[in-house]
């Protein structure tokens, strides 16, 4: 069985930084694409970042282009996301994911969710 699990949220002030990582456990971590989702409170989950089995092919939602950039860590079974110039609208719980085969930048197909980690970016 496939597990995945997030860690370095917490606190930071606007137009920070923080590294998000996510720990993969299980076999054939190069078999899945791997994802970012993030929910803020009343709001639905919705995409962040994508990244393909080699990590040749990355996705990213509109609101973090050009700030957010994902990886992934083939030895370390990882993926990270780096965030940047963050703003109080990138509050919410962040969530790792893994699709067996292709990445995509929607939630459905996504197999193996972790539990979260929370971000919240003060003003």
């Known amino acids: 069985q496939v597990q995945v699990v997030e860690s370095g949220g917490g606190l930071v002030q606007a137009g920070g930084s923080l590294r998000l990582s996510c720990a993969f456990s299980?076999?054939?971590?190069?078999?899945?694409?791997m994802g970012w989702f993030r929910q803020a409170p009343g709001k639905e989950r919705e995409f962040v970042a994508a990244?393909?089995?080699?990590?040749?092919?990355?996705l990213y939602a509109d609101s973090v282009t050009g700030r957010f950039s994902i990886f992934r860590d083939g030895g370390k079974n990882t993926v990270s996301l780096h965030m940047d110039n963050l703003n109080p609208e990138d509050t919410a719980v962040y969530f790792c994911?893994?699709?067996?085969?292709?990445?995509?930048?929607?939630?459905?197909?996504?197999?193996?969710w972790g539990r979260g980690t929370q971000v919240t970016v003060s003003s």
């Open positions: 299980g076999q054939s971590f190069s078999a899945y694409g």
């Open positions: 994911a893994a699709k067996f085969g292709r990445a995509r930048a929607k939630l459905s197909g996504y197999e193996y």
């Open positions: 990244i393909s089995w080699n990590g040749a092919d990355t």
